[in-house]
């Protein structure tokens, strides 16, 4: 599942959005035009219960529940296990956070384009597999 949002075109007036849009290569056009965030939240939640979800991984997970553990998302926190990129850091034996890309080089997982949620959430998940994989045959 992906989607586009529209949260409210104040948000697009916000500090950061320029740069945000740049690194996404999403249009302001395309959020205006987008279902509003609580719609799409609720497709999220309700996909989520449908394949009964039990927990979470995401590569920033820091970051990711900033916003995803607070409305509309109101995804559960304590559902949140791990966070890929502090995985692969510690795989990587890396003084610094890896970014994605970074760390889909180094375990050889294929990036077909950044900063999109689904492709993005694809790749952190092969990463994660690849950790486990490495860390179950040690």
């Known amino acids: 599942y992906s989607s586009v949002c529209n949260p409210g075109a104040a948000a697009l007036m916000e500090p950061g959005t320029d740069k945000a849009l740049e690194i996404s290569g999403i249009t302001r056009e395309e959020i205006l035009a987008a279902r509003s965030c609580e719609e799409v939240a609720a497709d999220l939640r309700a996909l ?8 979470y991984h995401a590569f920033n997970a820091e970051f990711d529940l900033r916003f995803l553990c607070r409305p ?3 995804l559960d926190a304590r559902k949140f296990l791990g966070c890929v990129m502090l995985e692969a850091q510690r795989e990587m034996d890396s003084r610094k956070w890896p970014r994605l890309i970074e760390a889909a080089d180094y375990f050889g997982v294929e990036q077909p384009s950044a900063h999109r949620a689904l492709p ?16 179950a045959a040690r």
Not at 48 to 55: D, E, G, K, Y
Not at 120 to 130: N, T
Request: hydrophobic share 50%.
């Open 48 to 55: 989520l219960a449908a394949h009964q979800v039990q927990t």
């Open 72 to 74: 509309p998302w109101n």
């Open 120 to 135: 993005d959430a694809r790749v952190a998940a092969a990463i994660h597999r690849e950790i486990a994989k490495r860390t």
